[in-house]
């Protein structure tokens, strides 16, 4: 420690002893004095060395005096924070000692050892310690496979008790006895008309057949494991129809034979409609159904609400009505209605089927409906134990036309005679029964799209279409009614609890026990019931198709032909309402898609060239004159129509003068997935335009089913006049380029040194002889390689003659052809500057002529040539920059 006194004032302080022997500046009468090197006490630990001013490097006499409190000022320890390694609390000060917060240890913090991911320990916060897809051990480790896919194997597939016991066995004892009421009110929807009453207990026992057969097996063929299959309102009315008019038809005939043949003729209706819904399954066009606009469709099956509405006016009054059509059977009816009988006979079912309607437009629930139904049901046969008004005890009226409330099979009391059928009235009403076909198709669509947002996954349409074909067939085979998927009771199902086909199996069986026991059950249930619920079904169909089914996607055309439809079908009638609806679907339909076009690019051979690497000159002089080529890539299904506006764009770029003359028309196929059996015509009209104007027309990518067809023809070839057929657009490109370049004189051009052809592109030409000196000449032989696809990219090459092909080595020992380089190109570059293995293989095509660049000859020549290395690298970068420019315009003309 040293000393500074002044002798003037007798100021004394101890100051660091590096100051000693410095001037410093008196803090009380400012006089400079020397300090002087007297320590006092013992050596204090060694201090900081401060920084010396710049006044200290000179002699003492010319330096200026310090200025003592600044230059004794001590440095400031910065002390860090300590951190208890125990419990993570944070230690002002540094210090060692104990952890006010543990009482651990706290050391300092260069003792503490790197912390490692091993000792980071997260399990406290974790809310669950239930195996995670990270952990090894998820899913019980070695039972095989992965436990997601098995989950989703389970979930997709058929799932018994899905959704647990209670639930399923809760939600089937409700849709079963939902099923139950509603294939009893359809039956005597199928024999409202006036002749046909006589059918109804063979009616009832189909009915409840197709609901059996259609709820215990379908579950067994469906991915959604609660759908719920049998007979609906939609194929009821059509059945009321096919029914009716072979009714009219065999007026003459006796009724035993008329009843055997509509009990064949429904049967047969059941296993048509099964075997056309399992063709289209089995040829896998479910999901093309999904194209036709449904709504337009729908017109139709508002129309058909308005027929249950009629039916269930026709059951309950009696009177004759003419069906031809809704507006012919309603004026009809009230030429001949009779306000009180009508008051008795439908009052109560019109008062029941409006507050079935209002109440499940509020709340839509399986179990306040059955509650509904029981409420009603109970009133009903209440009021005609306890009523003594006849009015009063009329509500409680069975269903007519059953003999003590016993139904029939079709087998029973009937002898099934083959030769009493008549099949000739069968079939001549056979239209019904393809209307009940289409109208299954279309609304099984619909409901099972609609069923996939229950489910939550979707499903394979056309495994839906053939299960329900096989459960068709089966019921037609049984005696029973056709059958199809319903939305309402299966999502009623679902929201009951019943997620799993336990359910649906229960609730057929429930209707099983419902046939079986029939005559004790029906005649315990008022009439008003089940006509109400034809009333409620009317009105759900036409609210549902004509009002709510309009969206914000729906389309302005789509809302006016769907009440087009609508009217048709009210004011002509059934059949004529559906085929104009199913018309006019088609022509959208194909209307619609015939928009996308048949052409989804227009490519010209000035901006679209193959993957050939050819001479400067010779790209020059396709970018000039590649308008010769005209290039139209095709897509989709061929019609003749899209045929037709094809040609008539040929003919309008044949046409147009503004342009260089086409020379050759390339079409490529390679996204056509089909053609129209009118095709033929639109190839013959091709033809004909290569002799009008004497353009070569080249087929790219044909599907063998076109090949085939235009060999036949005879005009594939390459004589004048035919269809030339390459395998690719690649191939194709690559020949009228030659051809063009030939008719320039550019396709053999001189032999020329690589020196000569780097000269027009090369950035720096003086240094082009320098270049040649470091790089290695390589004479390759046809058919031997470069390098193969995988090898170790340590060089690069330019092609001073002959062509290579740059070939993908495919698994299986095939081998795809990505381009072809020529004079003038280089290739391998890539390699060089990232060290990654070879991506594909380069094989001589004929014998080459090549020099090569090392990796080490290149790191050579940036240290003692950094100027050549320059002049390569901008080289390199051109090349790839004029490749990149290229790839942006080919991007752009395929996207326009």
Known sequence: MAVFKCDSCGYEREVPGSLTGKKAKCPQCGRGVVIVDEPSGGEPPAEPVLAEPESASRTEGASQPLNLDEAVAEPVYEVEDAVCAACGAVISGGHEGVCPSCGAEVREADEYPEITEDDVDVSDLAESREPQVWDDDFGGGDRGGSVLDRDDRQEDGWRLLAGGLPLNLFGGLVSGLLAFFFAVALAMLVVSQDSTDMLLPYVLAASLIGTVVGCVFYPFGSRIPFSMAGPGSVTAVVLIFFVGNISKVMAGFSPETVLVTLVAGLMAAAIFVGAVIWLLGRLRLGELIRYIPLQIIGGAIGGIGVFILLGMIDWGTGLPLSWSSAVTALSEGAARFDLRNAAYTLGPSLVFGLVLFLALSRYKNSLFLLAIIMVAA????????????????????PLPGLTDGVIRFPWDSVRFDHAAVRWDVIKDNGLYIGALASLVILTVMYRITRLELLHG????????????????????????????????????????????????????????????????????????????????????????????????????????????????????????????????????????????????????????????????????????????????????FLFLGSMQRLILDIRHRLDDRDKLPVRFLLLDFRMVNGFASACGVGFEKLLGIMDDYGVEILITSAPLELETHLESMGCVGEAEGQFRVFFNLDFALEWCENRILDSENMLEMRSMSLAELLRPVFPEPKYIPALMKVLKRVDLPRGEAAFRQGDLSDSMYFVESGRLDVELELEGGKLLRLKKVGPGAVFGEMGLYTSAPRSATVRAAEKCVLYCMTKDKLSAVERRAPMLATAVNRYLINMMSDRLLDANVKVRDLMT
């Open 457 to 636: 996954r979707e499903v394979d349409l056309s495994r839906e279409y053939r299960s329900l074909g096989l459960v068709n067939m089966l019921s037609g085979l049984c005696g029973g009614l056709p059958v199809a998927v319903s939305y309402g009771r299966s999502a009623g199902n679902h929201a009951s609890g019943g997620r799993g086909a336990l359910s649906v199996i229960l609730a057929g069986l429930i209707c099983a026990a419902g046939l079986a026991f029939a005559g004790y059950v029906l005649p315990l249930v008022p009439r008003f019931v089940f006509e109400g619920l034809l009333v409620y079904a009317g009105l759900d169909l036409i609210r549902d198709w004509m009002f709510k089914a309009r969206s914000a996607f729906t389309r302005r055309d789509d809302f006016w032909l769907l009440w087009l439809t609508f009217l048709a079908t009210v004011l002509l009638g059934l059949i004529e309402g559906l085929a104009l609806a199913l018309v006019l679907a088609l022509l959208v339909t194909v209307g619609r898609n015939s928009r996308i076009g048949s052409v989804r690019n227009v490519l010209s051979g000035a901006n679209h060239r193959s993957n050939v690497d050819r001479a400067a000159a010779q790209q020059r002089t396709l970018k000039e004159v590649g308008d010769h080529i005209h290039i139209l890539r095709l897509q989709g």
């Open 378 to 397: 109970g009133a009903g046969f209440g009021a005609g134990l306890w009523g003594h008004d006849p009015v009063v005890k009329s509500l409680a009226a």
